[in-house]
């Protein structure tokens, strides 16, 4: 988990309607880190998932997702299709699969035997598909921390603010007030886990300010990246959940001092009148490492 972690990037995780092949084909034309091949809320009616799963395996084979994280969005449990899209898409190409409505670490734990029981048939190591459980209901949040460690295949939790609302029965207001709350839980529960906090979708995607608006308070609450409905939207979600041109600076400047310090004996460094202690030089190894992963991907 920590090294799938490390070794990729997950600012923005972009849904597409896996039937729709005039989507699939926009798709790979734009900048996003993870492809959510969407086979469960925006895919009906019923038959549509069937050219969902076929539009997958086809394009996977093909080589058309090589320079992105595809994630698969999954039907629920209680749907009657989550066995065939697991069956079908456990293959080469695909790198985990976003789990809907995970209510409580059972639902999760139940989602990793069933990929171990398909690895273990088609002879694929086990713990190769990852799992980002979606965090859609009032339980989920409540059990955010549970839902974290039911499965060492969990590198993410994403927040899914329209079925939660619904299922509290709350409004989903102008100031955000009412998803702040469960925004910080499952940033904090995440983190305490060692796994991403992926923030909810904007759902206004033609209102690009009060986007900016709603990624100032995901980065301030510590969310790594936010699930994408629009192509439009990717500009500003990158420019978010990337270091700054100051950032990277800093970073660099305060490990050469830390590095300088230690080479001359000394057990504390500062730098603009303030000590540089453990926490802040694991955060700028954080953000240097993150750079270099941008670079890496902007190089392909």
């Given at each position: 988990m920590k090294d799938f972690i490390q070794a990729h990037l997950m600012r923005s995780l972009m849904f597409v309607p896996a039937h729709r092949e005039k989507l699939l084909e926009s798709a790979i034309n734009r900048s996003a880190d993870v492809l959510l091949l969407d086979l469960e809320d925006s895919v009906q009616p019923a038959e549509n998932k069937v050219i969902a799963r076929k539009n997958i395996k086809k394009w996977v084979s093909e080589g058309k997702f090589t320079d992105f994280l595809v994630f698969p969005r999954v039907n629920d449990r209680e749907s009657g299709e989550l066995l065939r899209d697991a069956y079908e898409l456990t293959i080469e190409g695909i790198h985990g699969f976003m789990y809907p409505k995970s209510k409580k670490?059972?639902?999760?734990?139940?989602?990793?035997?069933?990929?171990?029981?398909i690895e273990y048939e088609k002879g694929i190591p086990v713990g190769t598909f990852k799992i980002i459980p979606l965090i859609?209901?009032?339980?989920?949040?409540?059990?955010?921390?549970?839902?974290?460690?039911?499965?060492?295949?969990?590198?993410a939790i994403a927040y899914g603010c329209e079925d939660f609302i619904a299922d509290l029965g709350g409004i989903h207001d102008e100031e955000g007030?009412?998803?702040?709350?469960?925004?910080?839980?499952?940033?904090?529960?995440?983190?305490?886990?060692?796994?991403?906090?992926?923030?909810?979708?904007?759902?206004?995607?033609?209102?690009?300010?009060?986007?900016?608006?709603?990624?100032?308070?995901?980065?301030?609450?510590?969310?790594?990246?936010?699930?994408?409905?629009?192509?439009?939207?990717?500009?500003?979600?990158?420019?978010?959940?990337?270091?700054?041109?100051?950032?990277?600076?800093?970073?660099?400047e305060m490990l050469q001092l830390a590095d300088?310090?230690?080479?001359?004996?000394?057990?504390?460094?500062?730098?603009?009148?303030?000590?540089?202690?453990?926490?802040?030089?694991?955060?700028?190894?954080?953000?240097?490492?993150?750079?270099?992963?941008?670079?890496?991907?902007?190089?392909?």
């Open positions: 670490g059972e639902d999760v734990y139940f989602f990793d035997k069933l990929l171990e029981t859609e209901t009032a339980a989920a949040v409540l059990n955010a921390q549970e839902i974290c460690q039911a499965s060492d295949r969990v590198v007030q009412s998803l702040f709350t469960p925004r910080a839980l499952i940033a904090m529960a995440a983190k305490a886990h060692g796994i991403l906090p992926i923030d909810t979708v904007h759902i206004n995607v033609h209102d690009l300010e009060e986007l900016e608006q709603n990624l100032r308070v995901a980065r301030n609450l510590g969310f790594e990246g936010m699930m994408v409905l629009n192509p439009k939207e990717l500009e500003l979600v990158h420019r978010y959940f990337s270091p700054s041109a100051k950032e990277i600076k800093d970073a660099e300088q310090a230690k080479s001359q004996g000394n057990g504390v460094a500062m730098i603009n009148g303030k000590f540089i202690g453990p926490p802040m030089i694991i955060a700028a190894q954080k953000v240097l490492k993150k750079k270099m992963l941008i670079e890496m991907k902007n190089s392909r």
